[in-house]
Structure formats: structure tokens, C-alpha cells
């Protein structure tokens, strides 16, 4: 089986996969720019269908510098957008036609009259006529020449929601649950969203002559795979691009990673087996056949795909004592290191004793989601240990809380800020963005949850440092865009504390996310201290904040928790009282983020003991990041 058909066995859909978002962007640049420059030197335009949301928009970005650095015009171009939610004015910071004006048609030369947007304000009677409409305007142009689509964890494109079939026409639809809670941070609250959109069909895209599909980061793996590798069904409409004669999906190695070639590449070919590899493949299979790793035995590797792996580092039983070994020098109680120990096999160094920690977290909250009991544990082990919140996190707070914040204000006394705040929170209207005091007046909110949190952990105020990090202070949700203040920021701090280790979290999120953005001032502020000498002597541990753990056999390092510790760490999430949930939840399917994180911790030490090693109540994991290697990271 060459390499190339293991691949083609799995996926349906021709996939390319980049570096990161940024090298794909310009690819699918240029060849939408070739498409147009071709158009024009016949005479003729180009036909665009184009999305929202926080994936396209690097691709915008780019199309912008080209148009300024290479001239290259969109006068002869028509485009047609997927979707707009229904019942929001255009004005709204939200609506899709505010957002087309500002990432791409105000930077660019393309006449009014050429783009072409589903109608959000139309009436209930009149919106299916309207959608006839856009149907009858695509079609007069000659149809879409290239679609451009992002995917939503629904499995959405456009606001195709699971249920829509192939056939399916520009519409009005209603939102599904998860895709209103994706959008819950844009409209400052989940019953902010609104329930109903208009969008082009799958049958309206699939018409399309081209189609690329883009998708970045972690969060849209499992759905890629799907599109991607399953039988088209309806409850996951990209997967009936596998029905189209030219779609490629543009892909980051993230949003790849399920990819059976990625995942499981012995599958797809003749892979090199190194430990990494043998670790992911044998854990893999004692979790797949439900058996410890210490019995499997050669057989289970021979009927499960795997018979290179134990031909080339078997019999089965040294290879499994190897990886039983691997995993079990992950695990540690002393994520400071183990003072006076032999730590060859830990994951830290036990000198010095004492270390200089820093605790990086994006926004208020990341840190204790993810490491709480690792936290608690490295200040009761007596380490120096400074927790740093780069952004202020003050878009993530509804004006509910405000409200409630400053009516408690007034009422014990009042201040002028408060007075203010309930002044701007009484005459805001929908389109209207906080101003810079009301968006103080929240950061104050989320800074008292977080010292209220680390309390717990145990740590002294006096050892948290709010950055309020320009691009944050200055950007809206998935609009963010970092600078050289940032980076000197974050390195001047960095600096001061010279820490023995840090932990940071976002390497593989959503490019447009805060915890992405954070990495990547992160990583800048490390190239620039690259000379200093303690850089040498600090370990940078990442953690994950967002929900989706590392693969067991990523870990480097293992932090179990006891009972008490698991109560303390909810205890400490549940400080953070903004993001909760505003609306009680009644239903179990739906858990409290405290609730998610908690589940995730005890379906780690749950994975531990199911590979055969010690069974804890729950576990932290972390995987090293190695400060000299290139800016490309882990
Ligand atoms: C936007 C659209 C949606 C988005 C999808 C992903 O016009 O139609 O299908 O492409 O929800 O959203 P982001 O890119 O924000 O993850």
C-alpha cells in the first residue's frame, strides 16, 4: 500500500495541510488572485462567494495587502456572502454586513453595487421571496466561481445546520445550540444571539464551480475528520462537499490532527516508529482493546494494524514495559521538581528547590481551568510563584454583571465610576460598543474573581500582575491584532522575574483567539530574550485551557489531584462568577465550564488507570516546549 492511497483510502475530500493558517491564506490568495487577474485580461469578472466568522479573515487580510502591494483590483468582482442572521441591522456590531464592510469591501476597490449580502431586516413574509431573490442573483451572474467556507463545530456551512440536505437553497434557518454558544462572547451572552439566519443552501454552494474550505486550530479537528473521512449524512452537512467535483480543504496541522494519516499513520502507510509514535501507537491500543499496557500481547499488535511496530521494536512485552515506564515517569506530584531526588526520570529538574514560576494566562480564568491543582501544589511546595493575566479579559463580562456590580456600588455609597457605568449601561443600545470606562469598570470584576480564585490556590495578591495587554485593550473578539507593545510587555516582565519555569497555554488554538494571540507574543518575547542566560536554565510547560486535553501519550508531564484538591480547584473555577452561565442550566447534557474542567481532569486519571498505572481521582497534564527550538514551537 503506497503512502498516497493508505491516504486516499480514509479521505474523500483533497486536503492540504500548512504550517499555520498564515501559509495557507496565501496560497488560496494567489490563486484567487490568478482567477482574477485570468477574468480580467479576457474582459470578463470573477464571481466571489464569501464567509464570516474568524477563519476567513487573515485570507481578507491578505487579499487587502494585495490589492495595495500588487495592485491588484476588484473592480470586475461580484460577490455573493453565505449568510446574515436574521433580524440584525446592518449596523450591529455583529451583523455580517458590518463585518464584510470592515476585514475586507471598505479596504478594497470593489463597487457597491457588486457585493451582494442575505438581507437581515427583511419581515417574516417577506423573507422567503428575498432568498428567491439571491437565488435568481447568483444565477444572472453566471453562478459562483470560487466558494470560500469556513466549518462550524456543528458541522455547519453557512448557517447549513445539521439536518440540511444536499438539496437544500438559500433559506431562512433556524441556529443550532452550539453554534449559538460559539457566538455567545460576540453578543456578550448566549440570549443575546439571535435564533434565526438567512443562508445559501448546501445545493446553492454545492453549484459552486470551486470550493476551498478553510479550518484552523484544535476545536475544528473532529469536524474536519468527519467532513472529510465519513459518509455524507445530514447531521453533518460538510460532508456533502464530498460530493463536489473541485473542493479542497486548506488546513492547519491542528485542524488536521484527527486526519487518520495524522492520527493514526501506521494506517495510511509505512511511518517512522519513533518513540513519540510507538508511545502514541501502543497506548492506543491498550485503550482501544480495553487492556493495561503490561498485557498486551503480540497478537493484539498483529490483529490491530500494528504488526510493524512489534516486528521492528517487539516482542510485545519489552515494547509495552518501555511505554508502561514512559508514561509512568510523566507522572509527579512535585511539578516544582523533587527536591534532594534523583530526577533523572522526572520531568523537572530538581535544582534548585525553589524555583521562580511564572503562571502565564491569557485571560482571567485559563489558569485555574487547566492547572489549579498544579498551582495550589507549586505554592505549597514554597516556590516563587507569580501569576500574570496578559489581557484583562473585560469583553467577556455581560452587562448584567456590570450592572450587578455597579447597583451594589451605588447602593453602599457609590462611586463616579459606577454612577457612569449605570449611566452608559441605561442608554446602550445593540449597536453600541463599551466605552473605554465600562470596559475598566468589567477588567475590575474579572481582576476580583481571579485574586478571589488564586486565594484559594493559595496565593498572596501581592504575587498577581494584570497586563492589560494593548491588543486586547484595543480589539474586539476574533479581530485582535498584536504589536511590538505586546511583545515588550511581556518580555519586560519576562525579565523581571527570570523565571525557572513558565506555563503558558495557546499554541494550538484558533489563530483569532486570545490564548493564540497571547502564544504568540509569547513566542516573540522568547526570541527576544533568546541570549539572556537564565532563558537556558527555564522550562516553558504548556497547558490547555479550552476544553480539549492533550493526547496521553503528548504528556510530559502528569500532576494528579487528590479529592480535596479536585473540591478546592471547582471551588476556584467557580470564583469566576462572570462566566458562568447566565441562564441556570437545566439540562444535563449541558455542563458549567467548572463542571467541563473537572470531567476532563478525572477522564485523564480515568485513561491512566485504564493503560494499567496507579488509579488517582483526577490529573493535570502538560507537555514541555523547548525554549532554544525555532518560533514553529511544539
Ligand atoms: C460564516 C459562516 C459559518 C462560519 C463557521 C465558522 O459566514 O457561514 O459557516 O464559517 O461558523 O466560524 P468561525 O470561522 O468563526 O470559526
Given at each position: 500500500?503506497?503512502?498516497?492511497?493508505?491516504?486516499?483510502?480514509?479521505?474523500?475530500?483533497?486536503?492540504?495541510?500548512?504550517?499555520?493558517?498564515?501559509?495557507?491564506?496565501?496560497?488560496?490568495?494567489?490563486?484567487?488572485?490568478?482567477?482574477?487577474?485570468?477574468?480580467?485580461?479576457?474582459?470578463?469578472?470573477?464571481?466571489?462567494?464569501?464567509?464570516?466568522?474568524?477563519?476567513?479573515?487573515?485570507?481578507?487580510?491578505?487579499?487587502?495587502?494585495?490589492?495595495?502591494?500588487?495592485?491588484?483590483?476588484?473592480?470586475?468582482?461580484?460577490?455573493?456572502?453565505?449568510?446574515?442572521?436574521?433580524?440584525?441591522?446592518?449596523?450591529?456590531?455583529?451583523?455580517?454586513?458590518?463585518?464584510?464592510?470592515?476585514?475586507?469591501?471598505?479596504?478594497?476597490?470593489?463597487?457597491?453595487?457588486?457585493?451582494?449580502?442575505?438581507?437581515?431586516?427583511?419581515?417574516?413574509?417577506?423573507?422567503?421571496?428575498?432568498?428567491?431573490?439571491?437565488?435568481?442573483?447568483?444565477?444572472?451572474?453566471?453562478?459562483?466561481?470560487?466558494?470560500?467556507?469556513?466549518?462550524?463545530?456543528?458541522?455547519?456551512?453557512?448557517?447549513?445546520?445539521?439536518?440540511?440536505?444536499?438539496?437544500?437553497?438559500?433559506?431562512?434557518?433556524?441556529?443550532?445550540?452550539?453554534?449559538?454558544?460559539?457566538?455567545?462572547?460576540?453578543?456578550?451572552?448566549?440570549?443575546?444571539?439571535?435564533?434565526?439566519?438567512?443562508?445559501?443552501?448546501?445545493?446553492?454552494?454545492?453549484?459552486?464551480?470551486?470550493?476551498?474550505?478553510?479550518?484552523?486550530?484544535?476545536?475544528?479537528?473532529?469536524?474536519?475528520?468527519?467532513?472529510?473521512?465519513?459518509?455524507?449524512?445530514?447531521?453533518?452537512?460538510?460532508?456533502?462537499?464530498?460530493?463536489?467535483?473541485?473542493?479542497?480543504?486548506?488546513?492547519?496541522?491542528?485542524?488536521?490532527?484527527?486526519?487518520?494519516?495524522?492520527?493514526?499513520?501506521?494506517?495510511?502507510?509505512?511511518?517512522?516508529?519513533?518513540?513519540?509514535?510507538?508511545?502514541?501507537?501502543?497506548?492506543?491500543?491498550?485503550?482501544?482493546?480495553?487492556?493495561?499496557?503490561?498485557?498486551?500481547?503480540?497478537?493484539?499488535?498483529?490483529?490491530?494494524?500494528?504488526?510493524?511496530?512489534?516486528?521492528?521494536?517487539?516482542?510485545?512485552?519489552?515494547?509495552?514495559?518501555?511505554?508502561?515506564?514512559?508514561?509512568?515517569?510523566?507522572?509527579?506530584?512535585?511539578?516544582?521538581?523533587?527536591?534532594?531526588?534523583?530526577?533523572?526520570?522526572?520531568?523537572?529538574?530538581?535544582?534548585?528547590?525553589?524555583?521562580?514560576?511564572?503562571?502565564?494566562?491569557?485571560?482571567?480564568?485559563?489558569?485555574?481551568?487547566?492547572?489549579?491543582?498544579?498551582?495550589?501544589?507549586?505554592?505549597?511546595?514554597?516556590?516563587?510563584?507569580?501569576?500574570?493575566?496578559?489581557?484583562?479579559?473585560?469583553?467577556?463580562?455581560?452587562?448584567?454583571?456590570?450592572?450587578?456590580?455597579?447597583?451594589?456600588?451605588?447602593?453602599?455609597?457609590?462611586?463616579?465610576?459606577?454612577?457612569?457605568?449605570?449611566?452608559?449601561?441605561?442608554?446602550?443600545?445593540?449597536?453600541?460598543?463599551?466605552?473605554?470606562?465600562?470596559?475598566?469598570?468589567?477588567?475590575?470584576?474579572?481582576?476580583?474573581?481571579?485574586?478571589?480564585?488564586?486565594?484559594?490556590?493559595?496565593?498572596?495578591?501581592?504575587?498577581?500582575?494584570?497586563?492589560?495587554?494593548?491588543?486586547?485593550?484595543?480589539?474586539?473578539?476574533?479581530?485582535?491584532?498584536?504589536?511590538?507593545?505586546?511583545?515588550?510587555?511581556?518580555s519586560?516582565?519576562?525579565q523581571?522575574?527570570?523565571?525557572?519555569?513558565?506555563?503558558?497555554?495557546?499554541?494550538?488554538?484558533?489563530?483569532?483567539?486570545?490564548?493564540?494571540?497571547?502564544?504568540?507574543?509569547?513566542?516573540?518575547?522568547i526570541q527576544k530574550l533568546q541570549s539572556e542566560a537564565w532563558i537556558k536554565?527555564c522550562?516553558?510547560?504548556?497547558?490547555?485551557?479550552?476544553?480539549?486535553?492533550?493526547?496521553?501519550?503528548?504528556?510530559?508531564?502528569?500532576?494528579?489531584?487528590?479529592?480535596?484538591?479536585?473540591?478546592?480547584?471547582?471551588?476556584?473555577?467557580?470564583?469566576?462568577?462572570?462566566?458562568?452561565?447566565?441562564?441556570?442550566?437545566?439540562?444535563?447534557?449541558?455542563?458549567?465550564?467548572?463542571?467541563?474542567?473537572?470531567?476532563?481532569?478525572?477522564?485523564?486519571?480515568?485513561?491512566?488507570?485504564?493503560?494499567?498505572?496507579?488509579?488517582?481521582?483526577?490529573?493535570?497534564?502538560?507537555?514541555?516546549?523547548?525554549v532554544t527550538?525555532?518560533?514553529?514551537?511544539?
Amino acid at each position: 500500500m503506497s503512502e498516497q492511497s493508505g491516504q486516499e483510502l480514509y479521505e474523500r475530500i483533497p486536503s492540504r495541510i500548512f504550517d499555520d493558517a498564515q501559509a495557507a491564506v496565501c496560497q488560496i490568495a494567489r490563486e484567487i488572485a490568478d482567477a482574477i487577474r485570468e477574468r480580467q485580461a479576457a474582459g470578463k469578472g470573477l464571481v466571489l462567494g464569501l464567509a464570516t466568522g474568524s477563519t476567513p479573515v487573515p485570507l481578507y487580510r491578505e487579499l487587502i495587502r494585495m490589492h495595495r502591494k500588487e495592485g491588484l483590483s476588484f473592480a470586475k468582482v461580484t460577490t455573493f456572502n453565505l449568510d446574515e442572521y436574521f433580524g440584525i441591522d446592518a449596523r450591529h456590531p455583529e451583523s455580517y454586513h458590518r463585518f464584510m464592510r470592515e476585514q475586507l469591501f471598505d479596504h478594497v476597490d470593489i463597487p457597491a453595487e457588486q457585493i451582494n449580502i442575505p438581507e437581515g431586516m427583511v419581515s417574516r413574509e417577506e423573507v422567503f421571496e428575498a432568498c428567491q431573490d439571491y437565488e435568481n442573483r447568483i444565477r444572472e451572474v453566471g453562478g459562483i466561481d470560487i466558494q470560500i467556507l469556513g466549518i462550524g463545530r456543528t458541522g455547519h456551512i453557512g448557517f447549513n445546520e445539521p439536518g440540511s440536505g444536499p438539496a437544500s437553497r438559500t433559506r431562512l434557518v433556524t441556529l443550532d445550540r452550539l453554534t449559538r454558544l460559539d457566538a455567545a462572547r460576540d453578543f456578550q451572552g448566549e440570549h443575546n444571539v439571535p435564533r434565526y439566519a438567512v443562508t445559501m443552501g448546501v445545493g446553492t454552494i454545492l453549484d459552486a464551480r470551486k470550493v476551498y474550505l478553510l479550518a484552523w486550530g484544535r476545536s475544528k479537528a473532529e469536524v474536519v475528520k468527519a467532513a472529510v473521512e465519513d459518509a455524507p449524512v445530514e447531521s453533518l452537512p460538510a460532508s456533502f462537499l464530498q460530493q463536489h467535483e473541485d473542493v479542497s480543504f486548506f488546513l492547519d496541522t491542528a485542524a488536521a490532527s484527527e486526519l487518520t494519516r495524522n492520527k493514526y499513520p501506521w494506517l495510511v502507510g509505512f511511518p517512522e516508529w519513533t518513540p513519540e509514535l510507538a508511545r502514541k501507537s501502543v497506548t492506543h491500543l491498550s485503550l482501544k482493546l480495553g487492556k493495561p499496557l503490561l498485557k498486551l500481547v503480540d497478537k493484539d499488535y498483529q490483529e490491530n494494524g500494528v504488526s510493524e511496530l512489534v516486528t521492528e521494536q517487539g516482542p510485545a512485552y519489552g515494547l509495552n514495559i518501555r511505554v508502561f515506564n514512559e508514561v509512568q515517569h510523566t507522572i509527579t506530584g512535585w511539578p516544582g521538581g523533587k527536591p534532594d531526588a534523583d530526577d533523572t526520570y522526572r520531568p523537572e529538574r530538581a535544582k534548585p528547590s525553589l524555583k521562580r514560576v511564572l503562571v502565564l494566562s491569557p485571560e482571567p480564568q485559563d489558569d485555574v481551568l487547566a492547572m489549579a491543582g498544579t498551582l495550589s501544589r507549586l505554592v505549597a511546595h514554597g516556590h516563587e510563584v507569580t501569576v500574570a493575566y496578559l489581557t484583562s479579559g473585560s469583553l467577556g463580562v455581560p452587562d448584567e454583571e456590570a450592572r450587578w456590580a455597579a447597583d451594589l456600588m451605588r447602593e453602599a455609597g457609590g462611586s463616579e465610576l459606577a454612577t457612569q457605568v449605570l449611566a452608559e449601561l441605561d442608554e446602550k443600545s445593540a449597536f453600541d460598543e463599551d466605552s473605554v470606562g465600562l470596559r475598566r469598570f468589567k477588567s475590575y470584576i474579572r481582576r476580583n474573581e481571579a485574586r478571589a480564585a488564586l486565594q484559594l490556590c493559595g496565593l498572596e495578591p501581592d504575587r498577581i500582575q494584570f497586563l492589560d495587554l494593548p491588543f486586547y485593550e484595543n480589539g474586539r473578539y476574533r479581530r485582535f491584532v498584536t504589536g511590538e507593545d505586546d511583545v515588550s510587555e511581556l518580555s519586560s516582565l519576562l525579565q523581571s522575574v527570570r523565571p525557572h519555569q513558565v506555563y503558558v497555554t495557546g499554541e494550538a488554538a484558533d489563530p483569532s483567539s486570545v490564548q493564540a494571540k497571547s502564544f504568540s507574543v509569547f513566542e516573540l518575547a522568547i526570541q527576544k530574550l533568546q541570549s539572556e542566560a537564565w532563558i537556558k536554565d527555564c522550562y516553558v510547560w504548556l497547558y490547555r485551557s479550552d476544553g480539549r486535553e492533550w493526547d496521553i501519550h503528548q504528556v510530559e508531564m502528569s500532576v494528579p489531584c487528590s479529592p480535596d484538591e479536585v473540591k478546592r480547584k471547582a471551588q476556584a473555577i467557580y470564583q469566576h462568577r462572570s462566566q458562568r452561565s447566565q441562564i441556570p442550566v437545566l439540562d444535563e447534557e449541558q455542563r458549567e465550564v467548572w463542571e467541563q474542567a473537572i470531567d476532563r481532569n478525572r477522564a485523564t486519571a480515568r485513561f491512566y488507570d485504564k493503560l494499567g498505572l496507579a488509579e488517582y481521582e483526577a490529573i493535570e497534564c502538560f507537555v514541555r516546549w523547548h525554549v532554544t527550538q525555532d518560533s514553529a514551537g511544539k
